[in-house]
């Protein structure tokens, strides 16, 4: 199975580096790609001495839009799979192997890494994110009729059906809670697989104070729509 | 002919001219101009042709002329922002869809430039 990780990085020169050279020490068996989300920084450059093909974009489009990026280049060059991996070092390379086992031996099409399931732990989000984060998981897990404990895990493999839905409809900024209700509508198959979160290395979060109050209606309008959009609702809910 | 006439068919008359000028010097497309020049030439007929604005007031079962104006002009309105929020989406999505093909091609690019001049700056320290 030839696996493609796609890094968005938006101003990531800080950690960047890092978490490029942790990939290339840990997870030596596979391709990185790192896009480039219109940086104002020297991101791009940064990936480029570590010897990694970029995608620049012209422009600042958005996490998921930069991850569909990837997508179009993983496609292209006939990838298996690709891994959705943070630039920030939150992400742990050792949670890869367990990730693209159930999608090598062809169990799901879309495998999760979740900061509640298993052994993993140590994470701790504040006390209004982690409310956030529960609310959606009620919502999709309601959605789809099937538990799912993290839906804004940013650590996710996707197979290439998935990729090649996920080139018909994809959320621009967070790829979360909607894109995977409306995954289930499609009749994608997805495991949850343990997975652990480190502090951010460097740089800001995505998730910015603005952004946390359009967050939650965006993600809540988003689902209810993903939940009306007609098609085959083969992985949807039967209540 | 009231005061209030002239003045209403004055400014009508005066954007749908600034309109087709618009259209004339390529800054507003055919396309965008038609809501506007519809609406312009609308409010020049009911200026001056106020039977026919009592008349849509009775069918309405509105009591003024003027809820009758207000009415058609908030609904005008109301569809060109709608219109113009759709418009914008499209827009958005072409445009991602570019920046992303802009990308896609660029690294194709630098990777056919290293590939057809090897020994340039390839041999060099990368990696």
């Keep these: ?239 | 002919m009231t005061r209030a006439q002239l003045i209403a068919a004055f400014v009508a008359a005066l954007l749908g001219l600034a309109v087709l000028e618009l259209v004339r010097r390529r800054k507003l497309s055919e396309e965008f101009s038609l809501l506007w020049v519809v609406a312009s030439l609308g409010a020049v007929l009911l200026a001056f042709w106020t039977g026919l604005l009592t008349a849509i007031t009775r069918a309405l079962g509105a009591l003024y002329e003027t809820s009758t104006i207000f009415f058609f002009g908030i609904l005008f309105v109301l569809v060109v922002l709608v219109y113009y929020a759709v418009k914008l989406t499209a827009l958005t999505q072409e445009v991602r869809r570019l920046a992303q093909e802009a990308a896609l091609l660029r690294l194709q690019l630098e990777e056919a430039e290293r590939a057809g001049r090897p020994g340039r700056e390839d041999a060099g320290g990368r990696e």
């Design chain 1, 1 to 239: 199975m030839r696996v493609l990780l796609v890094v968005p990085a938006f101003n990531e020169e800080v950690s960047l580096p890092a978490t490029l050279a942790e990939l290339a020490r840990e997870a030596p068996g596979l391709d990185v790609l790192v896009v480039d989300d219109g940086s104002a920084d020297r991101t791009a450059a940064v990936a480029r001495a570590a010897g990694v093909p970029v995608l620049v974009l012209p422009v600042n489009l958005g996490v998921g839009a930069a991850l569909q990026t990837g997508f179009r280049y993983a496609l292209e060059r006939g990838y298996d799979a690709a891994v959705q991996f943070d630039a920030d070092g939150q992400h742990d390379p050792c949670d890869l192997p367990p990730l693209l086992a159930p999608l090598a031996a062809g169990d799901c099409d879309l495998a999760i890494g979740s900061r509640f399931v298993g052994r993993a732990g140590g994470y701790r989000a504040p006390w209004a994110r982690r409310a956030g984060m529960r609310l959606f998981s009620a919502l999709t897990s309601l959605a789809v009729g099937r538990r799912l404990s993290d839906t804004t895990s940013g650590l996710r493999a996707y197979g290439r059906r998935v990729m090649r839905l996920c080139l018909e409809y994809f959320p621009q900024d967070f790829p979360d809670a909607p894109l995977l209700i409306w995954l289930a509508r499609q009749g994608v198959r997805w495991t949850e697989v343990p997975a652990h979160m480190r502090p951010r290395r460097g740089g800001t979060s995505f998730y910015t104070f603005g952004k946390s109050l359009y967050y939650p209606y965006k993600t809540l309008l988003a689902s209810l729509i993903a939940m009306l959009r007609t098609g085959a609702g083969r992985g949807g809910s039967a209540t």
